[in-house]
């Protein structure tokens, strides 16, 4: 069983950084892959980014390619999401979750694991 906790989330203005990070316990999630998810209010849980286990490939959401970056410390079982340059729009909770093998995936469902969720409100 694999326990997420993610943390870092708040109050930022529009333009404004935060990071995210995602602490594993309960088993090593080193061989995992990794996806950050958001949902905001009234809307469907969408994917945000996804890091390989070894972290040498990751994929990002058109809407944050280029502003996110995804990050991982296998020595430290976290993941981490450095968002920059944040809009209104990407107001949400931010959800960690963990996929149990080494492909990358932005399909929610194939996520066994997942987090409580960190709230981030972006103030224009």
């Known amino acids: 069983q694999v326990h997420l906790v993610e943390s870092g989330g708040g109050l930022v203005q529009a333009g404004g950084s935060l990071r995210l990070s995602c602490a594993a316990s309960g088993r090593t999630v080193s061989r995992y892959t990794m996806g950050w998810f958001r949902q905001a209010p009234g809307k469907e849980r969408e994917f945000v980014a996804t890091?390989?286990?070894?972290?040498?490939?990751?994929y990002y959401a058109d809407s944050v390619k280029g502003r996110f970056t995804i990050s991982r410390d296998n020595a430290k079982n976290t993941v981490y999401l450095q968002m920059n340059s944040l809009k209104p729009e990407d107001t949400a909770v931010y959800y960690c979750?963990?996929?149990?093998?080494?492909?990358?995936?932005?399909?929610?469902?194939?996520?066994?694991?997942w987090g409580q969720g960190t709230q981030v409100t972006v103030s224009s």
């Open positions: 890091i390989r286990w070894n972290g040498d490939s990751t």
């Open positions: 979750a963990a996929h149990p093998f080494p492909a990358l995936t932005t399909e929610s469902a194939f996520y066994d694991y």
